[in-house]
């Protein structure tokens, strides 16, 4: 079975400060996908990142990167000059394969994260 | 960008009616689309994959007799909570399957439904 753990439940970052926001993962699959999502106080659910388990490199977006730490199951999300619009819980998540076939997520329990101006 | 569109976005419904949430895609097709429910300051929980054409597949724990799900055409997928009840209170999301890149699942915004 599948795990994801967000150990942070909140955090206070003042703006224009980098920030990282912990994900470890559980899985016997070689082959997964992780995810980051961000969810404003509106509920719907913003796509930010994506790391497959193959990927040699760690995914950039912008101001968001991953941290993908194979080894040691982690997949933090760093997000550089923190901005006040960036408040919101943060979800980190999972999917079985790299490849487009299987989609079930499996979603870590979030972080909220509070911009200090 | 992919745009997914949920309706109604709140709904306040009396115990032991039932309620229906649309979930459509509205630039591209999905033959697949997914429900999700989260409770207050808690995580998604998957609901059940709905599938183009097929019966929705629920996971372990969910009543499929209580949440009805019919994926009748390539763009849209409806939840019918039927007999709602207020423990039946959450935020419903639904998301979109694409063919696109590595990021392939995209989340409506939401439908807040309260049982009284």
């Known amino acids: 079975a599948q795990k994801i753990t967000q150990t942070q439940p909140g955090m206070f970052v003042q703006e224009k400060e980098a920030v990282t926001l912990d994900c470890t993962y559980d899985?016997?699959?070689?082959?997964?996908?992780l995810f980051w999502y961000k969810q404003p106080s509106s509920g719907e659910m913003i796509f930010l990142i994506y790391?497959?388990?193959?990927?040699?490199q760690n995914a950039t977006e912008g101001r968001y990167s991953l941290n993908f730490q194979k080894a040691r199951k982690s997949a933090n999300l760093v997000i550089s000059a923190s901005q006040l619009g960036d408040s919101a819980m943060y979800f980190c998540?999972?999917?079985?394969?790299?490849?487009?076939?299987?989609?079930?997520?499996?979603f870590g329990t979030g972080t909220r994260l509070t911009i200090i101006p | 960008g992919a745009v997914v569109s949920q309706h109604p976005s709140r709904v306040i419904c009396k115990s032991g009616t039932s309620v229906k949430i649309e979930c459509r895609s509205l630039?591209?097709?999905?033959?697949?689309m997914f429900w999700y429910r989260q409770f207050p300051k808690q995580s998604l929980m998957l609901m059940a994959t709905?599938?183009?054409?097929?019966?929705?597949?629920?996971e372990q724990g969910v009543e499929k007799d209580k949440f009805l799900i019919n994926h009748a055409s390539l763009t849209l997928s409806t939840l019918t909570v039927t007999s709602a009840h207020p423990e039946d209170s959450s935020f419903y999301i639904c998301?979109?399957?694409?063919?696109?890149?590595?990021?392939?699942?995209?989340f409506g915004p939401g439908t807040r439904l309260l049982v009284l």
């Open positions: 998540a999972m999917r079985k394969g790299v490849n487009f076939g299987n989609e079930k997520l499996t």
């Open positions: 998301s979109a399957r694409r063919f696109r890149g590595q990021e392939t699942q995209y």
């Open positions: 790391q497959g388990s193959y990927d040699q």
């Open positions: 899985t016997s699959d070689p082959s997964y996908g």
């Open positions: 630039d591209f097709q999905a033959t697949t």
């Open positions: 709905s599938n183009e054409g097929s019966k929705a597949t629920y």
